[in-house]
């Protein structure tokens, strides 16, 4: 089994040369040696040097890993549908949930990153769908409109790259479930996502599967894959001694009414987008909940029935600032609950001037002698040593101040302050994975799951900044994107590297030469340079060698 899972890491290795494939003219599908790495729009001619012939996706009992494929129409292909079968190996048969298949929608965007360019409208893509008609996009006038479910039998279509947005103030958009059949234009491309996750006692050996098509005017060929299930278990985030967090809006509407909103959340969508944050990695993921105790025992019930404990760890987001009255406040009602350590934030741009420094060091010392804890964005222009040693958690991209922190023997998290860069997805994989990780960062929290910035949710012509939206809000749970899917990537990045050193300390002694050799790979290793796709199929390799 191991030898054979060895010859498919260096098959997968030699897969990521480029190859050139021969234009023909009839409707193809390819797949992509990287899918954090290229870019497909509608137009892009699909006979390019970044496609491969064969698709294998090896992955770890209770990972999700991801995979693409491209169909290049050289005819209209109407109502196209996809038929994904269970994952079957010789002992096993798997449900066929286990492979998810959604639409990469491409779409007008005011900008990249946090660049605003309102004279300018930029074709990304982004979305990841089950209903691609949920968003139709006019290329002519570059215009965006989003599916509007008024009832099961009635939908409109409401434009969404407006100068206002007081007409989607009821908007209701749903996706779908799965895969809906797809409409693929004639000489234009269209990428599909797959996801492939199997439950966490899966056995280890190659699963196969299949995904075919059904057309009216064109036949395409059935594509035969696999997915190859490693015989090792993958250390989970909490186990990897890092704290991985997001900025999380969301809280319970008094009103319990549904809305799209990034902050206000009915229960049905709460709990949806608190799935959706465990299934990206995320364990720790701050409350925005205010002072409220009995929404905040539902927001808790809500959060432990899916596995998004906190460890023992609170964090009171914009509820309110650090204090000793708001600290003995939260800790009494919150330690019967098991959660002992509430965590009180700082937000940023509050009293950075230096004559107010004296103050927040009194009050974060205040706080922590009442039994509460602070986590602030770390700004190393306005911190001495005295307000250094009050900050219980740090947030900064100041990989500089790491040290610093760590002789105190507190925890700095990496941040990310930016809007989400559609175009660069595969800096999102690197620099929140393998990057973070050699930086000495304790993990990550990053700003913002979901934050309109006063405009609205699915409009990103309505403000004077973008959005922060790693992922879109729907009135039963979630559209991902491609920078979300690269985040929980670069996430696991950091999960292979770790179980690797933790099979390098437990090497036996026979085991002791391929130990140094692994850890020396390690010690070469460039987060910044190196191809990601090669470096996770390395650290396989030796993970292998030193468990077989």
């Known amino acids: 089994m191991k030898k054979t899972i060895m010859l498919l890491l260096l098959s997968s290795l030699i897969l990521f040369e480029n190859k050139k494939v021969m234009a023909e003219e009839k409707s193809q599908i390819y ?76 779409w007008y965007q005011s900008g990249h990153g946090a660049k605003l360019e309102k004279d300018k409208r930029l074709l990304v893509p982004e979305l990841l769908l089950h209903d691609d008609d949920l968003v139709r996009v006019d290329y002519e006038k570059k215009e965006n409109f989003l599916k509007n479910v008024i009832d099961k039998d009635q939908i409109e279509y409401v434009p969404i790259s407006t ?12 996706d ?39 057309v009216k005017n064109t036949k395409l060929p059935t594509l035969n894959l696999s997915a190859h299930i490693l015989p090792f278990r993958l250390l989970e985030t909490t186990e990897t001694d890092e704290m991985i967090s997001i900025f999380y809006r969301g809280r319970l509407n008094v009103n319990r009414q549904i809305s799209i909103d990034t902050r206000e959340k009915s229960p049905i969508q709460y709990v949806a987008e608190i799935e ?20 905040l025992r539902n927001e808790i019930q809500m959060r432990e029935k899916v596995g998004l404990t906190s460890q023992g760890l609170f964090l009171s987001c914009w509820a309110e600032r650090p204090s000793a009255e708001a600290a003995r406040k939260w800790t009494k009602f ?27 060091t009194a009050r974060y010392k205040a706080t922590r ?39 105190l023997r507190r925890k700095i998290l990496r941040a990310n302050l930016m809007p989400v860069d559609e175009q660069n997805i595969e800096n999102f994989r690197r620099d929140h994975g393998l990057v973070r990780w050699q930086d000495k960062f304790d993990g990550v929290l990053c700003y ?48 292979y590297l770790k179980t ?14 391929i130990a140094h050799e692994a850890r020396e790979w390690i010690n070469r290793l460039n987060a910044k340079k190196c191809i990601l796709a090669e470096t996770r199929a390395e650290i396989t390799k030796w993970i292998l060698k030193l468990n077989q």
């Open 500 to 513: 690797l050193i933790q099979a390098i300390n437990n090497a036996p002694v026979q085991k002791q030469q």
């Open 31 to 106: 797949f992509l040696a990287d899918p954090f790495k290229t870019l497909i729009l509608p137009q892009t001619n699909a006979i390019t040097e970044t496609m491969i012939s064969d698709l294998q996706v090896l992955l770890a009992a209770g990972e999700y890993e991801a995979a693409s494929f491209v169909i290049y129409a050289a005819e209209d292909l109407k109502n196209l549908e996809l038929k994904v079968s269970p994952l079957k190996n010789d002992n096993k048969t798997l449900s066929k949930e286990a492979v998810d298949v959604r639409a990469v929608k491409c």
């Open 334 to 360: 919150l330690a019967p609950l098991g959660y002992p350590n509430v965590y009180f934030f700082e937000e940023p741009g509050v009293d950075y001037q230096q004559e107010k420094l004296v103050e927040k």
């Open 276 to 295: 959706n944050l465990k299934n990206h990695g995320i364990r720790y993921a701050p409350f925005y909940q205010t002072y409220n105790e009995q929404l």
């Open 448 to 495: 913002c799951y979901q934050d309109h910035c006063r405009g609205h949710a699915w409009n990103d012509f309505d403000s004077s900044t973008r959005g922060f939206l790693y992922t879109y809000p729907t009135i039963d749970g979630v559209v991902d994107t491609l920078c979300w899917e690269a985040f929980r990537e670069g996430i696991d990045d950091v999960r």
């Open 176 to 214: 779908a479930k799965q895969l809906l059949p797809i409409t693929i234009q004639k000489n234009s491309s269209k990428q599909f996502w797959i996801t492939i996750h199997t439950p966490p006692n899966t056995a280890p050996g190659i699963y196969k599967y299949t995904i075919s098509f059904n």
């Open 369 to 407: 002698e009442a039994g509460g804890k602070v986590f602030s964005w770390y700004c190393p222009a306005h911190v001495d040593d005295a307000m250094r040693e009050q900050i219980d958690l740090a947030i900064g991209p100041n990989p500089g101040e790491i040290e610093k922190i760590h002789r």
């Open 163 to 174: 100068a206002t947005s007081e007409h989607l103030a009821n908007i209701r958009p749903l």
